[in-house]
């Protein structure tokens, strides 16, 4: 009963940070002529209940594309359409067909903030919780509550979701598919993770991992018996569930490929409007990427080199299939996406995010620096929409949370960090380790001192005329070079790992 008394208090101070973040304001706010993120999820509620399905995606007088047309796969349509269902029962006006754009009051605020609310209390919430109750290290009371905590106060996720305005639901459904796949459940893990990638198309960072894993099961079972049959069953669920999830548009070829399109804007170039923190945007600031190197190729170079960034870890866990493994290459392959890939938007950290928050019980000090690091990363678009003081709330009080419950400044040693084996390998260079903890501590503290100082530059300095993106340029640029290194180090991980630990619990 203790344990369980633990977790209600941390969900119920996990809700009301959340609940916290969200009184305040909102992407786009009171921002003619597009407003925000805020107006696209109200107006996707506003077409799907007011048009025919069959006209969600195309452009028509009733649905202009430019103006925040769906280009989500059809989950987040059904989502929007059940949204809009209950906003109409409540107030008609807000979802009235073209007069309802860039409407604005405190009682649609808290309805659109109730609808986030209630997805992350439905589907994220309690896969956090059963994940964290289903680990090994949870057999004493406070380790689960500790490990749920600080996943649940990543500040991130929170700023995102109730403060810029997003549904936590396709990451809440990939947590799930991961505690099935936990306790060996890999049809019903497929089944959740086909409903991750048909929610946000973004989902697949995570799939090569998923396939990879599963593949390696069906390989290790062996093709010609057991393998095979897990094989099939595993092909049909996913052919079954993607046929559930588009069967409104399966009756028309030009509607699937109207979708497609949409999910897949390949024309608009390699990089976006707004500075990520990839390598892309990086490089950009000394070599005009779209200015040398054509679309096409630019589509190619990116895809070839995401490719090669996540083949080590992919190669790895389809030969040595474990949940270990499938954890950490989640992480990287994750992570290479987000470096390399195509029109990276950079909301989509998150998506490395959490699967870092998934292995914080392992290496703690490791796994906190990612997310202090991602969370500043979001930092310009933040401070765009007027998220800076729970950005400076929020973070420090995850920091504070993670070195009281993890003792991370304490957890730097190879052994820590998942080391060992890599240290061993280097033969003559393993007497550099002794002084490797002291070096990492360092280092960790320079990187909050830089965070903290582009941080207050960017909220309080102007900067110069000449040099307009100057604060963004440099958020992004230094959160790059620590996401490479990150990259660097989850590979070698991965790659020296020998912890097989088989398939029979979370590790």
């Given at each position: 009963?203790?344990?369980?008394?633990l977790m209600?208090?941390?969900?119920?101070?996990?809700?009301?940070?959340?609940?916290?973040?969200?009184?305040?304001?909102?992407?786009?706010?009171?921002?003619?002529?597009?407003?925000?993120?805020?107006?696209?999820?109200?107006?996707?509620?506003?077409?799907?209940?007011?048009?025919?399905?069959?006209?969600?995606?195309?452009?028509?007088?009733?649905?202009?594309?430019?103006?925040?047309?769906?280009?989500?796969?059809?989950?987040?349509?059904?989502?929007?359409?059940?949204?809009?269902?209950?906003?109409?029962?409540?107030?008609?006006?807000?979802?009235?067909?073209?007069?309802?754009?860039?409407?604005?009051?405190?009682?649609?605020?808290?309805?659109?903030?109730?609808?986030?609310?209630v997805?992350?209390?439905?589907?994220?919430?309690?896969?956090?919780?059963?994940?964290?109750?289903?680990?090994?290290?949870?057999?004493?009371?406070?380790?689960?509550?500790?490990c749920?905590?600080?996943?649940?106060?990543?500040?991130?996720?929170?700023?995102?979701?109730?403060?810029?305005?997003?549904?936590?639901?396709?990451?809440?459904?990939?947590?799930?598919?991961v505690?099935c796949?936990?306790?060996?459940?890999?049809?019903?893990?497929?089944?959740?993770?086909?409903?991750?990638?048909?929610?946000?198309?973004?989902?697949?960072?995570?799939?090569?991992?998923?396939?990879?894993?599963?593949?390696?099961?069906?390989?290790?079972?062996?093709l010609?018996?057991?393998?095979?049959?897990?094989?099939?069953?595993?092909?049909?669920?996913?052919?079954?569930?993607?046929?559930?999830?588009?069967?409104?548009?399966?009756?028309?070829?030009?509607?699937?490929?109207?979708?497609?399109?949409?999910?897949?804007?390949?024309?608009?170039?390699?990089?976006?409007?707004?500075?990520?923190?990839?390598?892309?945007?990086?490089?950009?600031?000394?070599?005009?990427?779209?200015?040398?190197?054509?679309?096409?190729?630019?589509?190619?170079?990116?895809?070839?080199?995401?490719?090669?960034?996540?083949?080590?870890?992919?190669?790895?866990?389809?030969?040595?299939?474990?949940?270990?493994?499938?954890?950490?290459?989640?992480?990287?392959?994750a992570?290479?996406?987000?470096?390399?890939?195509?029109?990276?938007?950079?909301?989509?950290?998150?998506?490395?995010?959490?699967?870092?928050?998934?292995?914080?019980?392992?290496?703690?000090?490791?796994?906190?620096w990612?997310?202090?690091?991602?969370?500043?990363?979001?930092?310009?678009?933040?401070?765009?929409?007027?998220?800076?003081?729970?950005?400076?709330?929020?973070?420090?009080?995850?920091?504070?949370?993670?070195?009281?419950?993890?003792?991370?400044l304490?957890?730097?040693?190879?052994?820590?960090?998942?080391?060992?084996?890599?240290?061993?390998?280097?033969?003559?260079?393993?007497?550099?380790?002794?002084?490797?903890?002291?070096?990492?501590?360092?280092?960790?503290?320079?990187?909050?001192?830089?965070?903290?100082?582009?941080?207050?530059?960017?909220?309080?300095?102007?900067?110069?005329?000449?040099?307009?993106?100057?604060?963004?340029?440099?958020?992004?640029?230094?959160?790059?070079?620590h996401?490479l290194?990150?990259?660097?180090?989850?590979?070698?991980?991965?790659?020296?790992?020998?912890?097989?630990?088989?398939?029979?619990k979370?590790?």
């Amino acid at each position: 009963m203790e344990k369980w008394s633990l977790m209600t208090i941390t969900v119920l101070l996990a809700l009301t940070v959340r609940w916290a973040v969200s009184l305040g304001s909102y992407s786009g706010a009171g921002k003619p002529p597009m407003y925000g993120d805020y107006e696209a999820q109200r107006h996707w509620q506003e077409i799907t209940y007011n048009l025919p399905i069959r006209q969600w995606y195309f452009n028509t007088s009733d649905n202009n594309l430019l103006y925040w047309g769906l280009d989500y796969p059809p989950l987040t349509a059904y989502h929007s359409f059940v949204c809009a269902y209950i906003a109409k029962l409540i107030n008609p006006d807000w979802v009235a067909l073209h007069t309802s754009r860039g409407y604005e009051s405190q009682p649609h605020k808290l309805f659109m903030r109730t609808t986030v609310f209630v997805a992350d209390l439905l589907v994220y919430i309690p896969a956090v919780i059963l994940y964290c109750f289903s680990l090994k290290e949870t057999s004493a009371k406070k380790k689960a509550s500790t490990c749920a905590l600080c996943i649940l106060l990543y500040p991130g996720l929170i700023l995102i979701d109730h403060g810029h305005f997003q549904y936590p639901l396709s990451l809440g459904l990939a947590l799930w598919a991961v505690l099935c796949l936990s306790h060996d459940w890999d049809l019903l893990g497929s089944v959740a993770f086909c409903l991750a990638l048909n929610y946000k198309q973004m989902e697949l960072y995570h799939s090569l991992p998923f396939f990879c894993y599963l593949l390696g099961k069906c390989f290790k079972k062996g093709l010609k018996g057991k393998g095979l049959v897990l094989l099939a069953k595993l092909a049909g669920t996913v052919l079954l569930s993607f046929a559930a999830c588009w069967l409104p548009f399966g009756t028309d070829m030009e509607q699937i490929m109207q979708v497609l399109r949409r999910l897949f804007p390949i024309d608009r170039g390699l990089l976006p409007q707004d500075k990520v923190a990839n390598i892309w945007c990086s490089v950009s600031v000394l070599i005009k990427i779209k200015n040398v190197i054509s679309p096409r190729t630019q589509l190619k170079l990116s895809f070839a080199v995401t490719f090669l960034s996540l083949l080590p870890a992919c190669i790895k866990l389809t030969v040595q299939p474990s949940l270990r493994g499938f954890k950490f290459a989640l992480v990287s392959c994750a992570l290479s996406f987000f470096l390399f890939s195509f029109q990276v938007h950079e909301k989509s950290i998150l998506l490395v995010s959490i699967p870092v928050c998934l292995i914080i019980n392992e290496i703690p000090f490791m796994a906190a620096w990612f997310l202090l690091v991602s969370t500043f990363s979001l930092l310009p678009l933040l401070l765009k929409d007027g998220l800076l003081l729970a950005y400076a709330a929020t973070t420090p009080a995850f920091l504070a949370v993670c070195l009281a419950s993890f003792s991370i400044l304490e957890k730097t040693s190879a052994e820590d960090l998942q080391l060992k084996a890599f240290s061993l390998s280097l033969k003559g260079y393993v007497s550099w380790f002794k002084s490797f903890p002291r070096i990492v501590r360092s280092l960790f503290l320079v990187s909050l001192s830089l965070m903290g100082v582009l941080s207050v530059l960017s909220a309080a300095v102007p900067p110069p005329q000449s040099l307009p993106d100057l604060f963004p340029v440099a958020v992004a640029v230094v959160s790059c070079l620590h996401f490479l290194l990150f990259l660097v180090y989850f590979n070698v991980v991965i790659l020296w790992d020998s912890k097989n630990r088989g398939q029979k619990k979370m590790s």
